[in-house]
């Protein structure tokens, strides 16, 4: 991976869930579970129900809250704070990884499909609140949610990112389709790799590749 193919990046975005954390603290067993919980309760459906909802919403609509406000008219800020009420209790700090965003050369901002509040809270238990210029949650692109285009649009418009000037780092490989369309060169962080047009590198090891970046 020559540094070269980055030399040209201003402003490095980073997904929050399941990217600057390992997958294996399980986070979104929990929240998974609270929205469960939240649809039967606001619904009336049988959880059966509720778990086909969740999954179906999320897989046509980029996330189950979307889903949910667009047939069921859900408050998304009730939403939220309800589904990202967790224990982060499996969050460690992790000194590395801080210090290899900390050497990016350029703006640093995590943009995320939960809340700005949610996030807040995993940088700080994960020791990386002070390494980010701005945190944006799904609220700050009007609940439009990753994938679509118009949420990474609205981003770059809070933030003052020029597209051709960006990264994105993300574990879902669908979210990285437009960021690529609208010029950002695309990192896949997951522990296998899902080849695709839009993704121009993977890695397993989030923290190895940055230091490979800036040293």
């Known amino acids: 991976m020559p540094k070269q193919q980055f030399s040209h990046v201003r402003s490095w975005v980073f997904d929050l869930d399941n990217t600057l954390y390992p997958p294996e603290a399980r986070l ?3 929240i998974e579970a609270r929205m469960v919980d939240f649809v039967v309760r606001t619904l009336n459906v049988p959880r059966s129900r509720a778990e086909y909802l969740r999954r179906d919403y999320w897989s046509r609509y980029g996330t189950t809250l979307a889903g949910l406000m667009e047939h069921h008219a859900v408050d998304p800020a009730a939403y939220l704070e309800e589904v990202h009420d967790i224990t982060l209790d499996h969050l ?7 210090a290899h965003i900390g ?3 350029g703006r640093r901002i995590v943009h995320t499909n939960g809340s700005a509040r949610h996030a807040a809270r995993v940088l700080r238990a994960r020791g990386l609140d002070a390494v980010f210029d701005a945190v944006y949650g799904v609220e700050n692109a009007g609940y439009q949610p990753k994938p679509r285009r118009e949420a990474f649009e609205a981003i770059c418009d809070a933030d003052g990112i020029t597209p051709a000037q960006a990264a994105m780092f993300e574990d879902d490989p669908r979210n990285l389709a437009a960021p690529h369309s609208m010029g950002m060169r695309t990192i896949h962080v997951a522990p296998a790799p899902q080849p695709a047009p839009h993704i121009h590198h993977h890695t397993d090891d989030l923290s190895h590749f940055l230091h490979r970046l800036t040293t």
């Open 28 to 30: 979104f067993d929990q």
């Open 103 to 105: 050497a990016l050369p």
């Open 92 to 98: 460690h700090p992790d000194p590395a990884l801080c």
